[in-house]
């Protein structure tokens, strides 16, 4: 059998801090490779800030090679500025991905949240607890840092968005669906 592997790179852009995860798929099951953060807060131009998040992203393209990028689409707050400075980081990490040909899929923070706890609304905290229980990360590889668990977020929703065993089925109902399944369904 061949063995089917794929990695996905996952980003929650900020201006402070840039998460990440990356995730490795063999066979159609997830491990983690990788999560870790950019602190951008020791660094007054915003300007400089862009450039490291360009360079820690091209370099975790090159030492990682991922076949995609998920990265989590800028939400509509109050404060313009933040969000224009949090569009540009977005922005720039998607550049980084575009110049090495990897295909980018942005996902809203609630249908992260949601692909990963249930919950549109669930705290950091909550998506962390899942995402460790879900890949199975010993706690001493967990980071206090809550954004790299929110990169890694980005990367679990994309391969649950992309790994849907139903997509090229129809089904008429929860019935049908369990008659055309029957080793997927436990008593």
């Known amino acids: 059998m061949v063995e089917k592997e794929r990695i996905i790179l996952g980003i929650d852009p900020g201006t402070q801090v840039m998460g990440y995860g990356i995730l490795r798929?063999?066979?159609?099951?997830?491990q983690l490779m990788a999560m870790g953060v950019l602190q951008l807060n020791k660094y007054d131009d915003h300007y400089l800030k862009l450039r490291r998040i360009f360079e820690r992203v091209i370099g975790l393209i090159d030492e990682f090679l991922p076949d995609e990028l998920a990265?989590?689409?800028?939400f509509f707050g109050k404060n313009v500025q933040s969000m224009l400075k949090l569009g540009r980081a977005q922005g720039?990490?998607?550049a980084a991905?575009?110049?090495?040909?990897?295909?980018?899929?942005?996902?809203a923070p609630l249908k992260i949240k949601m692909s990963?706890?249930?919950n549109g609304k669930a705290a950091k905290e909550q998506v962390a607890y899942m995402l460790q229980n879900?890949?199975?990360?010993?706690?001493?590889?967990?980071l206090p840092q809550l954004d790299a668990t929110d990169g890694l977020a980005a990367a679990v929703c994309h391969y649950f968005q992309t790994n849907n065993p139903s997509t090229d089925k129809k089904f008429t109902s929860w019935k049908d669906f369990i008659n055309k399944n029957p080793g997927k369904v436990k008593g």
Do not use: Q, W
């Open 92 to 94: 720039v990490a998607m």
């Open 116 to 118: 990963i706890t249930g």
């Open 25 to 30: 798929v063999v066979n159609n099951k997830p």
């Open 134 to 142: 879900y890949l199975k990360i010993p706690d001493e590889n967990m």
């Open 71 to 74: 990265i989590e689409a800028p």
């Open 97 to 107: 991905a575009l110049s090495r040909d990897i295909p980018i899929f942005e996902y």
